[in-house]
């Protein structure tokens, strides 16, 4: 109760206007429908970057993706690699769009 006063005197005091009515639900609507009614969804928000290819870091390619028709073909081989702890064998892989 003391809530309510002291937030109805700062709405007052704010020149908001307060109103003690109750509101009805309209006819043929029960009070459960006009709640579930009055709830609504929140409102989307769509971010969309500045630019379309913006990055920090350049793109390993020429370009992304060359569009329909084209495909990746991947070469990949086994390279030695001098380490510190003896020599490793490596994965390697090059791969370039070709059209299909």
């Not at 003690?20 to 006819?27: F, I, K, L, M, Y």
């Not at 709640?35 to 630019?51: D, H, M, N």
């Not at 690699?81 to 003896?86: L, T, V």
């Amino acid at each position: 109760m003391r809530a309510g006063l002291i937030a109805a005197a700062v709405l007052a005091l704010s020149g908001l206007e307060v109103s003690a009515q109750a509101v009805s639900p309209p006819d043929g609507m029960s009070a459960q429908a006009q709640s579930v009614q009055s709830r609504r969804a929140p409102p989307r928000v769509i971010v969309t970057p500045r630019q379309p290819a913006a990055s920090l870091y350049p793109s390993p390619y020429p370009y992304a993706y060359p569009g329909p028709g084209y495909a990746r073909a991947c070469t990949s081989w086994l390279e030695p690699e001098a380490r510190p702890s003896g020599t490793v064998i490596v994965p390697r892989m090059r791969c370039q769009w070709v059209r299909s």
